[in-house]
């Protein structure tokens, strides 16, 4: 995790930096991806204030909050932090603001389960007319018929039965 602190209207010191790093660094395992993490420290006469903006996983959360005491402002604003990463992440699993769980379809496949078997049947393609096509599949039984088609350029064709009509699909 990468972290950034500014100070403003405040010296800095390392044990306030290092105090920081800590707090903010326990959130990094919210994150599966680099995180960046921009802390301010602020000091105007007697109120103290931090604010994080925290950004990775394509999540931007910014929290902010005063008190008398820096050490105290840096531990409120990564629970709050910590409050809003949690909530973002469960939004991202599917729960929807009404607390129902929004489930995936699901799939069953079991072992049992065999795919269907796959029969290969190689058929050898003439030209012909269509008129042609259609008297040779009303003698067959086939649900479907290929054929080159001579009156479109030797294009494949099909012809299917659609209940009582034949259809003839020619290609685009």
């Known amino acids: 995790m990468q972290i950034n602190i500014t100070f403003r209207h405040l010296e800095s010191s390392e044990g306030l930096k290092e105090y ?4 903010i660094g326990r959130l990094e395992k919210y994150f599966e991806g680099p995180v960046e993490a921009h802390v301010i420290l602020k000091a105007e006469k007697f109120r103290k204030e931090a604010e994080v903006i925290l950004r990775g996983d394509g999540m931007d959360v910014t929290a902010r909050e005063e008190t008398q005491d820096m050490y105290e402002a ?6 709050v932090l910590e409050k809003q990463i949690k909530r973002l992440r469960e939004k991202r699993k599917g729960i ?3 607390g129902r769980r929004e ?3 699901t799939v069953n496949l079991s072992s049992e389960e065999t795919p269907p078997e796959i029969l290969i049947e190689r058929v050898a393609l003439k030209p012909m007319s269509v008129e042609e096509a259609l008297a040779q599949f009303a ?3 086939r649900p479907v018929f290929l054929f080159l088609n001579s009156d479109e350029g030797d294009r494949l064709c099909a012809l299917y039965r659609d209940g009582d009509r034949v259809v003839l699909v020619v290609p685009e």
């Open 20 to 23: 920081v790093r800590k707090k």
């Open 74 to 79: 840096i531990d409120l604003v990564t629970d």
């Open 96 to 98: 929807t603001k009404k």
């Open 103 to 105: 489930e995936p379809p």
């Open 139 to 141: 003698g067959e039984s």
